[in-house]
């Protein structure tokens, strides 16, 4: 069973403890807060409206029973209420059925890039829905697959040149360039970025969606198998169509981002620790070493940080499988690191079945039974530039824990604005104290809703894959 709250009895137990003796010494090094060193800068590729936004991914095909854009559109108060700001699409472009694998065949085999599926609906209906969005202060991007095409894509007969071929002249499906084998996806056919022709009508198929659809961005499939000149020719005609587009990177590649490409790339490394240490893989304390590598990598821009999405959802585990119980303490983790978290389509009903990719396979939303717990981290970023995206928040101060190196402990400060979190991020009790002076004074007690005292020394103790997250 997952920790959906601080556990009532946890803030009983921390206001009325008494504080410890005089503890011993603590080590120097651990005796005062550490920044964690951040040399980010601002960027041309995020706009001002992305400082304190979140993202989420929408599944249309498993989002209702129908899967269509009109059907979608009913859930669109219920998001923008739980706090939603950016709706990122899956891809909504025809499927191709040559080669299509399962009975309805994988988004990402595109047919036709300036259509919309006909089982989602009409061009007119998703344009509709666009401006349904847009309505509601909400923006939206749209999953893009420059990668490949399906092969019933017109460009398969009518521009072969555009495509990957082997020695005998076959087109070919993707390599990967590591093994020189294919990937396995051999429902899609390889683009040749060498051929200029192709790479001047994909970025005008971009365009199209951003002059004749009024849509926001573009989440970029496989980004980091498309050459950078590609990036650095596309993107700067893209902002010119869209001075505040949004553009985001399936990449761990630094120079979509320190190149200001790219707004955003996924946290990866991030998603891969906290399995790790959820599974008891890794240690607490790894994290350190990740964000400090990260910093070192990443000069602009922001990470993606996410718990899911569709590819780990279907492919490599739900979160009630990849984390257990130590999900909640995971998400509370994402939410207030630096970077925008995302929320995939069912995570706020926790979602507990892997997806199919290829068939329907409609979510249960029962009683949307994490809708509130994804509200209030949403809330608290909305609300406090401490967590804001990018050089807009704080950076990261790590707060040390005296014998309990399982409690991982931080909080980021913006002018007057502060965030404090604690981890117990282990499935054992831990009793624990703060060094020094990192945090003391009034706090709200944020899931609690009510104030909380913190006394310099003041003996804590967390459940196991608990958490406290205070602001103030």
Avoid at 78 to 99: H, N, Q, T
Wanted: proline share 5%; glycine share 6%; hydrophobic share 40%.
């Amino acid at each position: 069973m997952r920790v959906s709250f601080l556990l009532p009895s946890l803030l009983a137990l921390m206001l009325g403890m008494a504080a410890c003796d005089e503890p011993d010494a603590v080590n120097e090094e651990n005796s005062e807060v550490e920044t964690m060193e951040d040399p980010t800068q601002s960027s041309a590729a995020t706009p001002d409206w992305a400082k304190n936004a979140n993202i989420y991914e929408v599944n249309v095909r498993q989002y209702s029973p129908a899967g269509t854009f009109s059907a979608f559109a009913e859930h669109l108060p219920r998001l923008k209420e739980m706090g939603v700001d950016i709706l990122w699409f899956m891809p909504i472009y025809p499927i191709s059925e040559a080669r299509r694998k399962g009975s309805l065949g994988s988004y990402y085999a595109i047919q036709d890039y300036t259509a919309v599926n006909p089982n989602f609906g009409t061009m007119e209906e998703f344009k509709a829905l666009v401006e349904q969005i847009h309505s509601l202060g909400m923006k939206i991007i749209l999953d893009w697959v420059p990668n490949h095409t399906g092969w019933d894509h017109a460009w398969i007969t009518a521009h072969p040149e555009y495509y990957t071929q082997d020695s005998l002249g076959n087109i070919i499906d993707p390599i990967d360039p590591e093994t020189g084998e294919s990937w396995g996806w051999t429902d899609v056919a390889d683009l040749n970025y060498d051929n200029a022709e192709m790479r001047e009508k994909m970025i005008g198929e971009m365009l199209f969606w951003l002059n004749e659809v009024d849509v926001d961005g573009f989440r970029c499939d496989v980004a980091a198998e498309v050459p950078d000149d590609f990036w650095a020719q596309a993107v700067p005609q893209l902002r010119a169509a869209e001075p505040e587009i949004f553009m985001l990177a399936e990449s761990n590649h630094p120079p979509h981002r320190n190149e200001e490409w790219f707004a955003m790339t996924y946290g990866w490394p991030h998603h891969h620790l906290m399995n790790e240490i959820a599974q008891g893989k890794a240690e607490p304390l790894a994290l350190d070493t990740l964000l400090q590598e990260y910093h070192e990598r990443y000069k602009k821009g922001y990470a993606m940080q996410f718990l899911t999405n569709h590819d780990e959802n279907s492919w490599n585990g739900t979160i009630e499988e990849r984390m257990g119980e130590a999900a909640d303490a995971m998400a509370v983790l994402a939410f207030t690191l630096e970077g925008m978290p995302l929320i995939y389509s069912g995570q706020e009903a926790g979602l507990d079945k892997r997806l199919k990719f290829f068939e329907k396979d409609q979510i249960d939303w029962g009683n949307y039974s994490r809708q509130a717990f994804y509200a209030t981290l949403l809330d608290l970023k909305h609300r406090n530039p401490a967590i804001w995206n990018g050089t807009a928040g704080g950076k990261l101060q790590r707060i040390f824990a005296e014998d309990a190196d399982a409690i991982y402990a931080y909080r980021r400060v913006k002018g007057e604005k502060e965030v404090v979190v604690i981890l117990n991020l282990s499935d054992t009790l831990q009793e624990f104290t703060l060094s020094g002076e990192a945090v003391s004074g009034e706090y709200t007690n944020v899931f609690a809703n009510s104030t909380m005292t913190v006394t310099e020394n003041m003996g804590m103790q967390l459940n196991p894959w608990s958490y406290l997250l205070l602001e103030r």
